[in-house]
């Protein structure tokens, strides 16, 4: 095995596949909250958004999943929100300006790539792939092949159907 720097000891990088997947949110990209809802208790705690905010958008998410029973978009869950609480625009700007890069992972996937491997992240996500892909690249994440999101896909990780 080739000497690599401290966080990839013990990791055979010279006998990968050719391809390595990455999820995106809390993997290669972190959040500092506890929970991915936590981001709308925040908007509401910073008074970007109305008080009820964060239970209303938490409560919109699951109903428009119980809807359509598949993987949905931004705007599917804010067209169940009330006409005080459209709040999608700021929803990603606020996930863009929180997103920080996981320097473990993210260097991870820039040495399999310096290696000559491919590195890709798929994500069960809301958010449109635009966003998705302007959040990594706000992160400094530049070295991925390809990003597979759920909603634009119409499969997810969870159902194993976005991996062929």
């Given at each position: 095995m080739t000497s690599v720097r401290a966080p990839f000891q013990g990791l055979d990088l010279d006998s990968l596949p050719e391809y390595v997947t990455f999820d995106i949110f809390d993997t290669l990209v972190l959040?500092?909250?506890?929970?991915?809802?936590?981001?709308?208790?925040?908007?509401?705690?910073?008074?970007?958004?109305?008080?009820?905010?964060?239970?209303?958008?938490?409560?919109?998410?699951?109903?428009?999943?119980?809807?359509?029973r598949r993987e949905i978009v931004l705007d599917e869950i804010y067209e169940l929100m009330g006409p005080d609480m459209q709040l999608a625009d700021l929803e990603v700007q606020q996930e863009i300006a929180v997103c920080r890069r996981n320097p473990e992972t993210a260097d991870l996937a820039s040495e399999i790539v310096r290696r000559g491997g491919?590195?890709?992240?798929?994500?069960?996500?809301?958010?449109?792939?635009?966003?998705?892909?302007?959040?990594?690249?706000?992160?400094?994440?530049?070295?991925?092949?390809?990003?597979?999101?759920?909603?634009?896909?119409?499969?997810?990780?969870?159902?194993?159907?976005?991996?062929?």
């Open positions: 959040r500092p909250f506890l929970r991915p809802t936590d981001l709308f208790k925040h908007m509401e705690a910073t008074g970007m958004a109305p008080e009820g905010f964060a239970k209303a958008r938490v409560k919109a998410e699951a109903e428009a999943r119980r809807l359509h491919k590195a890709v992240a798929v994500s069960d996500m809301y958010l449109p792939k635009s966003v998705v892909l302007s959040i990594l690249d706000s992160c400094g994440i530049d070295c991925l092949s390809e990003v597979f999101v759920s909603n634009d896909m119409g499969a997810s990780k969870f159902c194993g159907d976005i991996y062929p």
